[in-house]
Every structure is written in C-alpha cells, then in structure tokens.
C-alpha cells in the first residue's frame, strides 16, 4: 500500500509541466509578439498592453531558463538584448494555433461575442 502511494507522488506528469511552462500572464502574448518578428523588450511593451517593465523582464527570463527563449545580448552602447524563440518555443506556437482554433470553435458553439 504504502508504495502504491509513493509512486502516485512521485510521479512526472507532462501536461502539468506543459501548463507550469507557460502559466504566467504575458508568457503567451510575449511568444505571440516574438512570432509576429518583436525581439526586444522595449517592442513587448508597446506591444503588450499593461504589462510592467520588471515583470515582463522576469517572465523573459523564466522562458529563457525553461528553453521556450533564446536571449543574445549584444556588447554596444546603449546595451542591445533581443529575444528569439528555440525549436522549443516554435513547436509552442504551433501547439497554441491549434489552441487558437480551438477557441474559434468554443465561441462558435457557445454564442459569445468577441470583445473589441
């Protein structure tokens, strides 16, 4: 009994990984705005409406550990950073058109108006 239990705790679940990776408020905007071809963070605050520089700063910085981000700093005055996605991050943004999608047929069915 008491292993059944330990292997229930211990276990990895993906699609719990998958959600942790990308819970945070602007991760999905910030990896919509890098497709759309916007690397630097100064673009994703003119881009992502109400986002806080620090914030956004942390949340590029956790996409960066977790592989979704590659960040390349480039040694001039004023400093430049720019942001680009990995192989990682481009197989998210095909996971999440298919969520697009998803979200287009959900509204179809339930009748909701889109706000402007």
């Known amino acids: 009994m008491q292993t059944k239990e330990q292997s229930t705790e211990n276990k990895i679940c993906p699609l719990e990984i998958a959600v942790n990776t990308i819970s945070g408020k602007w991760k999905i905007p910030i990896v919509w705005q890098i497709n759309d071809g916007k690397k630097r963070p100064s673009e994703f605050l003119r881009g992502i409406a109400k986002v806080d520089r620090r914030v956004l700063n942390q949340q590029l910085n956790e996409m960066v550990e977790d592989g979704i981000l590659v960040k390349q700093s480039f040694n001039e005055l004023p400093p430049r950073v720019e942001y680009s996605l990995t192989e990682t991050g481009k197989q998210l943004v095909e996971i999440l058109w298919k969520l697009n ?14 706000q402007s």
């Open 101 to 114: 999608d998803w979200g287009k047929i959900l509204i179809r069915e339930n009748k909701i108006e889109l």
